[in-house]
């Protein structure tokens, strides 16, 4: 069988801006190749502001990823 790789969930002003609420990405080992690749293929992400979740975990440094990883592109998040 044949990987699809990483899970990416995309949520809010991010999925309208890249036209899809969920893809795989391959070939990437952590969540800075991850914004890398993220900024090539979505160039428009560059100018936003967003969160990375790992396995429903926010992280705010370099994390690993692996191919069971689901990666979630969180907006910002606003209310009371």
């Given at each position: 069988m044949e990987l699809?790789?990483?899970?990416?969930?995309?949520?809010?002003?991010?999925?309208?801006?890249?036209?899809?609420?969920?893809?795989?990405l391959k070939e990437v080992s952590n969540t800075n190749e991850l914004l890398s690749s993220l900024n090539s293929l979505y160039p428009q992400l560059k100018e936003m502001k967003f969160t990375i979740s790992v396995n429903r975990r926010i992280v705010n440094n370099n994390e690993p990823l692996n191919a069971d990883s689901e990666v979630a592109l969180l907006p910002p998040f606003s209310g009371g």
């Amino acid at each position: 069988m044949e990987l699809k790789g990483i899970k990416i969930l995309a949520f809010g002003m991010i999925a309208e801006k890249i036209n899809a609420s969920e893809f795989y990405l391959k070939e990437v080992s952590n969540t800075n190749e991850l914004l890398s690749s993220l900024n090539s293929l979505y160039p428009q992400l560059k100018e936003m502001k967003f969160t990375i979740s790992v396995n429903r975990r926010i992280v705010n440094n370099n994390e690993p990823l692996n191919a069971d990883s689901e990666v979630a592109l969180l907006p910002p998040f606003s209310g009371g």
